[in-house]
Nanobody, 125 residues
Framework: QVQLVESGGGLVQAGGSLRLSCAASGRTFSSDAMGWFRQAPGKEREFVASISWNGGSFYYADSVQGRFTISRDNAKNTVYLQMNSLKPDDTAVYYC??????????????????WGQGTQVTVSS
């Protein structure tokens, strides 16, 4: 059974940092693009960041560019999202996804085939 499990969420003050992890099991995603999305209450799921299969190229939403960094460790089948300078607007459930049809990063929600259950990030002002 393929699973993506996010961890690392929590409550942090504005200006603080968190590092999210997404550990995959059941199959390897070392040849696939991976991404992070988020969903705030009452809003649609939105793109945050994505990374190519080898970690060589990236794509970020304008709202997180310069503050968030996506990375991956294919040996561990894990993707990370380092979040710095957090703002209250970053409060959401964060999901990781796997796009098994592409190697290059994509921001399109519909391209992702597997999803984790999400991890809550709350930024207080």
């Amino acid at each position: 059974q393929v699973q993506l499990v996010e961890s690392g969420g929590g409550l942090v003050q504005a200006g603080g940092s968190l590092r999210l992890s997404c550990a995959a099991s059941g199959r390897t995603f070392s040849s696939d693009a991976m991404g992070w999305f988020r969903q705030a209450p009452g809003k649609e799921r939105e793109f945050v960041a994505s990374i190519s299969w080898n970690g060589g190229s990236f794509y970020y939403a304008d709202s997180v560019q310069g503050r968030f960094t996506i990375s991956r460790d294919n040996a561990k089948n894990t993707v990370y999202l380092q979040m710095n300078s957090l703002k209250p607007d970053d409060t959401a459930v964060y999901y990781c996804g796997a796009d098994v049809d592409h190697r290059r990063p994509t921001p399109e929600l519909y391209e992702y085939d597997y999803w984790g259950q999400g991890t809550q990030v709350t930024v207080s002002s």
